[in-house]
Nanobody
């Protein structure tokens, strides 16, 4: 079984920074795409940033230039550095990973973390 566990959320003032981490654990052979998504109260979940195994990145227009996604393949971990935070960035941030496992047979799992709350005060 594979799990993703996020950390690093919390309360921050507008203009501040936070760094989120998401570590994958379990019987992992390798991980392809990873990403961060968020869901604000009363809104649908949206993509924030994604990163391939070869570190190609993609960002939502609203965070481009302020957020940076990165990953450490040796640690099966993805990060999201968030700078110049705005109140509208308040949401539950969840990580996602395409995890390749080989037991009991080779297949790709779509795994989600439970999320971590980021609150940006004005």
């Amino acid at each position: 079984q594979v799990q993703l566990v996020e950390s690093g959320g919390g309360l921050v003032q507008a203009g501040g920074s936070l760094r989120l981490s998401c570590a994958a654990s379990g019987s992992i052979f390798s991980i392809n795409n990873m990403g961060w998504y968020r869901q604000a109260p009363g809104k649908q979940r949206e993509m924030v940033a994604t990163i391939t195994r070869n570190n190609s990145t993609n960002y939502a227009d609203s965070v481009e230039g302020r957020f940076t996604i990165s990953r450490d393949n040796a640690k099966n971990t993805v990060y999201l550095q968030m700078n110049s935070l705005k109140p509208e960035n308040t949401a539950v941030y969840s990580c996602y990973a395409q995890v390749i496992v080989t037991t009991p047979y080779y297949r790709t799992l779509e795994v989600w973390g439970r999320g971590t709350l980021v609150t940006v005060s004005s």
